[in-house]
């Protein structure tokens, strides 16, 4: 049975080898975090990690992956969530909808490993995912407190009251 390693532990399954990773790590190994957007890597709301760097894991066939180290997947990122790019999404209030970002923050944590300090330019150039919300602004923002940099970024924030018990 072929095995993968992904988030550190060596995974089997039992996918057909055309099979794209991104429904090996959904529906063989219940691993739902990633999400399935557009299906032609356009999108980025698959992006994982392989051997350190950002895939579109819908257009991988599970047979490219003979002979590669290790998949990372947005459950792998931080099993604890404290990534710093995952206390900055929520200290920013990043997402909208959430649905594209596991992509987004997979590909922002290669971009900050990468490059730790990287430019407004540096994060254009890499984080081409789709957002359908827009929150590009906060993205971007995020990327920067994450990496202890000036937020730049032009964003406004809106906190809802909280109910009190």
Same mark, same amino acid.
């Given at each position: 049975?072929?095995?993968?390693?992904?988030?550190g532990?060596?995974?089997?399954?039992?996918?057909?080898?055309?099979?794209?990773?991104?429904?090996?790590?959904?529906?063989?190994?219940?691993?739902?975090?990633?999400? &399935?957007?557009?299906?032609?890597?356009?999108?980025?709301?698959?992006?994982?990690?392989?051997?350190?760097? *950002?895939v579109?894991?819908?257009?991988?066939?599970?047979?490219?992956?003979?002979?590669?180290?290790?998949?990372?997947?947005?459950?792998?990122?931080? *099993?604890?969530?404290?990534?710093?790019?995952?206390?900055?999404?929520?200290?920013?209030?990043?997402?909208?909808?959430?649905y594209?970002?596991?992509?987004?923050?997979?590909?922002?944590?290669?971009?900050?490993?990468?490059?730790?300090?990287?430019?407004?330019?540096?994060?254009?150039?890499?984080?081409?995912?789709?957002?359908?919300?827009?929150? &590009?602004?906060?993205?971007?923002?995020?990327?920067?407190?994450?990496?202890?940099?000036?937020?730049?970024?032009?964003?406004?924030?809106?906190?809802?009251?909280?109910?009190?018990?």
């Amino acid at each position: 049975m072929p095995t993968l390693n992904v988030n550190g532990r060596p995974r089997e399954h039992q996918a057909e080898p055309d099979t794209p990773l991104l429904w090996v790590l959904r529906e063989h190994l219940g691993l739902t975090g990633t999400k &399935y957007g557009c299906g032609i890597a356009q999108c980025g709301s698959c992006t994982v990690h392989i051997d350190g760097a *950002p895939v579109r894991s819908c257009v991988m066939p599970v047979s490219a992956l003979t002979g590669r180290q290790k998949v990372v997947t947005i459950e792998g990122l931080s *099993p604890k969530g404290d990534h710093p790019l995952q206390k900055a999404w929520v200290a920013l209030d990043v997402p909208q909808c959430g649905y594209c970002q596991s992509g987004m923050l997979m590909a922002a944590a290669a971009l900050l490993k990468d490059k730790p300090k990287p430019t407004e330019a540096d994060i254009d150039a890499a984080i081409t995912n789709i957002c359908r919300c827009g929150t &590009y602004n906060r993205v971007k923002a995020g990327i920067q407190r994450a990496a202890g940099m000036p937020v730049t970024a032009s964003i406004d924030i809106v906190h809802l009251p909280t109910r009190s018990a």
